[in-house]
């Protein structure tokens, strides 16, 4: 209890003072003139008094990139950011793994209601549900019991498509109903007469020009390697977990499936200690699907606000080292890493301050 109290403490620590440095930091950058970016940037209104101005200025580091979007919308009507999100996700994330799918499904819920990408996680009450379900199948094989699990899950799996269809039916009304009462398909904008209206769809197609190697040109090369760390990362934690249980793909990580004869040994990463079957093929899909459709620049921080899986596998690397070499976690505990953990070190530590100062003055870091 003592160890929990002092890690959660320190956790504090690093949590408020990495936030202090990414504030003053920004200041500091923020001098520096901005770089003429080809993306949104909207006229401002002027600042209301020495109160707003200041404000203002200490943290304009901030309003680049995508937050001159979120500020936008705000001002014109709701807002989200990728902050709001994780916190939603993970929370029901914890109640998934404490086995309160009715708490996981009413955070997930909030969580669509941020990011229209916070549905996916209805996977997660869903395999988790069923894993459940066969399990008191064995204890109480009743098929009256089977009956209640599955309207349970259907019902639980449906609250968080609520939020995506709210928001489409509010642009149908706002943009189409107006035309169709005069019947009068040709008018209406395009995405109105399609089977099934969507106009987030419209508007990721036509708007951010999302689609299948959409992305690709040579031009954005540039953004690839931006991407590439997290992927590398991904990647690399899934093949290590692929290798050492391969028999959870087998049976799809459900428990009653494994035997003693799979438990790993003492040297393995942490990570893979534990079955974590539903978080690696929810990162597989993640990364796949941001590579193949996605603007990818943004992999990195809709990946880390997604799913704990990579800060397991970061974790889990240098606490293998600290641990072999029974060293406490410090800002000196660096030259006890191997290589492979010095990189993943240096690749937070430069994404902290390196991304920090090109995202303040309007360079492409985002």
């Known amino acids: 209890m003592v160890a929990f109290i002092a890690n959660r403490r320190s956790s504090l620590q690093i949590a408020v003072f990495s936030r202090l440095l990414v504030f003053f930091l920004q200041l500091i950058a923020n001098v520096a003139p901005d770089h003429k970016a080809d993306a949104f940037n909207p006229d401002q209104h002027g600042a209301i008094g020495y109160e707003d101005w200041l404000v203002r200025s200490a943290v304009d580091g901030f309003h680049k990139w995508d937050a001159k979007y979120i500020i936008y919308i705000s001002e014109h009507g709701s807002a989200y950011t990728e902050s709001l999100f994780a916190f939603l996700v993970f929370k029901g994330l914890l109640a998934v793994s404490n086995k309160d799918l009715a708490k996981s499904s009413m955070w997930f819920v909030l969580s669509a209601f941020a990011r229209s990408n916070g549905i996916i996680n209805i996977g997660f009450i869903a395999y988790f549900g069923l894993c459940g379900m066969l399990l008191n199948y064995q204890a109480n094989p009743k098929i009256l019991t089977i009956v209640k699990w599955i309207c349970k899950l259907l019902f639980l799996c449906l609250m968080p498509l609520l939020p995506f269809i709210v928001v489409n039916l509010h642009g149908y009304i706002v943009y189409c109903t107006h035309y169709l009462w005069k019947l009068s398909c ?106 193949l459709f996605m603007h990818v620049e943004v992999v990195t921080r809709m990946i880390m606000s997604s799913t704990p899986f990579p800060y397991w596998i970061a974790a889990s690397l240098i606490f293998q080292d600290l641990h072999s070499s029974d060293v406490k976690i410090s800002l000196f505990s660096f030259k006890h890493l191997n290589f492979k953990s010095k990189v993943v070190v240096l690749y937070f530590l430069s994404y902290l301050l390196l991304g920090t100062i090109l995202h303040v003055n309007f360079l492409p870091w985002t």
């Open 186 to 291: 040709l008018e209406a904008p395009k995405w109105c007469c399609d089977n099934p209206p969507s106009i987030y769809n419209h508007i990721q197609k036509n708007n951010w020009g999302l689609g299948l190697f959409e992305y690709y040109t040579l031009r954005k090369v540039p953004n690839f390697l931006l991407a590439t760390p997290t992927v590398v990362i991904c990647v690399y934690g899934t093949l290590v977990y692929m290798k050492i249980r391969s028999h959870e793909i087998v049976y799809l990580g459900l428990p009653f499936f494994i035997t003693e004869k799979h438990k790993t040994d003492q040297l393995s990463l942490m990570y893979t200690t534990r079955n974590i079957f539903c978080y690696a093929v929810h990162t597989v899909f993640l990364v796949m699907f941001a590579l």
